[in-house]
């Protein structure tokens, strides 16, 4: 599935439309592009309805957020539900701001996103009002049980496909769940890095249904930091995971993927 997925996505070249965080916006725009897909990354409320009518997927990322940003992504995801236009929601921080909390739960509710993407702590926190973390890493105290039972039961409230990034990441519709195990530590040693496997995702989400493009997304971005660890330091990391989300191969997909799949 994962290959006719990246298939499709370099035949097409869809146009995927970002709002997301200036923190990692760039890295965000290379790995779409490395997907071959377009990226365009407007957020001006003006704008916002207009490129994602003529988009194939969208991600909303609420890193950084901003009020403009806020309207912006509430427009486009208006847009998005009308049209039929599948779209990522990265819950950024919503585990350790209520404000972003209550925001990202309004627009799913008006929006229903077709994949709601957090790490553990930030998916806990959608699942359970009176959870709490610091910061925008994951808590470590949440073991991968923990993680996957919040993102099982997020998923059937809604009715939507659930990202729990992690360790191993999860991915589920409520019924399925899908663990990847690809990876790398070095993956933390840079900004924006899971933003960046919320846009693969959205990439993927204009060639396949929500459940498939995840899973790919997942263990395609792993099994690239995979082979982009090296001993010289972040900055030659960044550059080869670039490299690698730009020329890894069927052949290393298959050989590498790691994941487990089953029924809830």
Do not use: W
């Not at 290959?3 to 790995?31: F, R, W």
């Amino acid at each position: 599935m994962t290959e006719k997925i990246t298939a499709a996505v370099k035949q097409n070249a869809p146009l995927i439309h970002c709002i997301t965080n200036p923190i990692s916006i760039n890295g965000c725009a290379n790995v779409i592009l490395c997907a071959g897909a377009r990226p365009m990354m407007a957020e001006h409320p003006e704008e916002a309805a207009v490129i994602t009518s003529s988009a194939g997927a969208l991600m909303l990322n609420m890193g950084n957020i901003t009020d403009v940003r806020k309207t912006s992504m509430a427009i486009s995801a208006s847009t998005a539900r009308m049209k039929g236009i599948p779209f990522l929601l990265d819950v950024c921080g919503s585990a350790c701001l209520p404000t972003r909390r209550d925001y990202a739960l309004r627009l799913i509710g008006t929006s229903l996103p077709s994949v709601i993407k957090g790490n553990y702590s930030e998916i806990n926190a959608l699942f359970d009002a009176r959870y709490t973390s610091s910061g925008v890493d994951a808590d470590k105290g949440l073991s991968e049980k923990d993680a996957a039972n919040a993102a099982v039961q997020l998923a059937k409230r809604y009715g939507t496909v659930v990202l729990a990034s992690g360790k191993t990441d999860i991915v589920t519709n409520g019924k399925r769940i899908a663990l990847i195990a690809n990876g790398c530590p070095q993956l933390s040693t840079i900004t924006g890095t899971g933003c960046m496997q919320g846009a693969l995702c959205a990439a993927y989400l204009s060639s396949a249904d929500a459940f498939n493009a995840a899973v790919s997304a997942c263990a395609v971005f792993g099994i690239c930091g995979e082979l982009a660890q090296t001993d010289k330091g972040a900055g030659s990391f960044y550059t080869g995971l670039l490299d690698a989300l730009s020329t890894v191969t069927n052949k290393q997909i298959t050989e590498l993927a790691k994941i487990s799949l089953s029924d809830v």
